[in-house]
T-cell receptor, first 116, second 110 residues
Framework: GAVVSQHPSRVICKSGTSVKIECRSL??????MFWYRQFPKQSLMLMAT?????????EQGVEKDKFLINHASLTLSTLTVTSAHPEDSSFYIC????????????FGEGSRLTVL | QKEVEQNSGPLSVPEGAIASLNCTYS??????FFWYRQYSGKSPELIMF????GDKEDGRFTAQLNKASQYVSLLIRDSQPSDSATYLC??????????FGTGTRLLVSP
């Protein structure tokens, strides 16, 4: 099946620094990718929808200036957590759909961010 | 009211038994329904999806959808210890984003 790859899988950073997480669709083109965040023992919360070649659509309550999303190509979307703080520590997961309007939603392996 | 509700569990069943996982949703316009399995520290993996009222079977798994009652369930027959995980119900009103429930933790004891 289709594969979505995330990198890095784990990252530890100091408070105030920025961290970039990459999400790649390895064997299909994804015009739309989704970024989720999951806190311990909680469900996945959609942060934003990343659209190739245009601005991301952020969910209510998600700071677009803090969580920068870039979808520069049909196979790559990046999430940058700017000026990270301990409360940003979470499991970040991207997903992509094989078809523009249909198709299974595949998830990346997730990236665990720990901000000290 | 949460958009997608699940009992957090844990639901404990013995090996070989049937595990029944339930999910309710609030948006009557919901069109697509998904069950994902998530092991601790891992990302979700799709088990089944269902669009129409009724049952859909795939191996040991059966998804059931009742749109009138806004209810979707997942049955796991012949449960195995390897089925122990958190099961996430997800609902979509269209073709884009999914809304996830908080998940039900399933424990299958040998």
């Amino acid at each position: 099946g289709a594969v979505v790859s995330q990198h890095p899988s784990r990252v530890i950073c100091k408070s105030g620094t920025s961290v970039k997480i990459e999400c790649r669709s390895l064997d299909f083109q994804a015009t739309t990718m989704f970024w989720y965040r999951q806190f311990p023992k909680q469900s996945l919360m959609l942060m934003a929808t990343s659209n190739e070649g245009s601005k991301a659509t952020y969910e209510q309550g998600v700071e677009k200036d803090k969580f920068l999303i870039n979808h520069a190509s049909l196979t790559l979307s990046t999430l940058t957590v700017t000026s990270a703080h301990p409360e940003d520590s979470s499991f970040y997961i991207c997903s992509a759909r094989t078809g523009e309007y249909t198709g299974e939603l595949f998830f990346g392996e997730g990236s665990r961010l720990t901000v000290l | 009211q949460k958009e997608v509700e699940q009992n957090s569990g844990p639901l404990s069943v013995p090996e070989g038994a049937i595990a029944s996982l339930n999910c309710t949703y609030s948006d009557r316009g919901s069109q697509s329904f998904f069950w994902y399995r998530q092991y601790s520290g891992k990302s979700p993996e799709l088990i089944m999806f269902i669009y129409s009222n009724g049952d859909k079977e795939d191996g040991r798994f059966t998804a059931q959808l009742n749109k009138a009652s806004q209810y979707v369930s997942l049955l796991i027959r012949d449960s195995q210890p390897s089925d122990s995980a958190t099961y996430l119900c997800a609902v979509s009103t269209g073709f884009q984003k999914l809304v996830f429930g908080t998940g039900t933790r399933l424990l299958v004891s040998p």
